[in-house]
T-cell receptor
Framework: NAGVTQTPKFRILKIGQSMTLQCTQD?????MYWYRQDPGMGLKLIYY???????DKGEVPNGYNVSRSTTEDFPLRLELAAPSQTSVYFC??????????????FGEGSWLTVV | SQKIEQNSEALNIQEGKTATLTCNYT??????LQWYRQDPGRGPVFLLL?????KEKRKERLKVTFDTTLKQSLFHITASQPADSATYLC???????????FGKGTKLSVKP
């Protein structure tokens, strides 16, 4: 299994541009998440999904959008990029089954710089 | 709302010593608490989960304790090695749908 795969790894955006961070998981997990991690600030939840067709806002959703058309994919869309969105973005997933149901599996991260 | 604090931003110890990291939470006791390891430029990786009815859990050189009276978890690495150098994150259930909230992490440096 590849686990959670994110692309791109690095991206530089100009202010006002838009882009999509891709995330896919091959573990058939119901729950998927997008976090951002700023230096010294810990992980903040942007959006999450409990299954295909269902998404909900996390702690810091402003400036972002998500969709969940399949179990595997959970893309994060940045509209009108702003310097405050410069961060490291992590996609994650978890199962709801069995003893591993509470463990979150993270992707390797996407480094985004808005200039 | 639930808040989680990891008291030390950084911890420096000598190889072979035991590292002890602290995680405190402020409100209701969660059903479980987790510890993750994060290396520079990588995503966090799950290490251990401890449930509210478990006082202690071990995995190789790792030991986690959970004190619901003190609202605190301690994470111990015995016989520490330079390869243990990383940032360690504490996480617990704090939002809707059982979403995890994370502490800011403690950066552990083990010197040879």
């Amino acid at each position: 299994n590849a686990g959670v795969t994110q692309t791109p790894k690095f991206r530089i955006l100009k202010i006002g541009q838009s882009m999509t961070l891709q995330c896919t998981q091959d573990m058939n997990h119901n729950y998927m998440y997008w976090y951002r991690q700023d230096p010294g600030m810990g992980l903040k939840l942007i959006y999450y999904s409990v299954g295909a067709g269902i998404t909900d806002k996390g702690e810091v959703p402003n400036g972002y959008n998500v969709s969940r058309s399949t179990t595997e994919d959970f893309p994060l869309r940045l509209e009108l990029a702003a310097p405050s969105q410069t961060s490291v973005y992590f996609c994650a997933s978890r199962s709801t089954q069995g003893h591993s149901g509470n463990t979150i599996y993270f992707g390797e991260g996407s480094w985004l710089t808005v200039v | 709302s639930q808040k989680i604090e990891q008291n030390s931003e950084a911890l420096n110890i000598q190889e072979g010593k035991t590292a002890t990291l602290t995680c405190n939470y402020t409100n209701y006791s969660p059903a479980y608490l987790q510890w993750y390891r994060q290396d520079p430029g990588r995503g966090p990786v799950f290490l251990l989960l401890i449930r509210e009815n478990e006082k202690e859990k071990r995995k190789e050189r790792l030991k986690v304790t959970f004190d619901t009276t003190l609202k605190q978890s301690l994470f111990h690495i015995t016989a520490s090695q330079p390869a243990d150098s990383a940032t360690y994150l504490c996480a617990l259930e704090g939002g809707s749908q059982g979403n995890l909230i994370f502490g800011k992490g403690t950066k552990l440096s083990v010197k040879p």
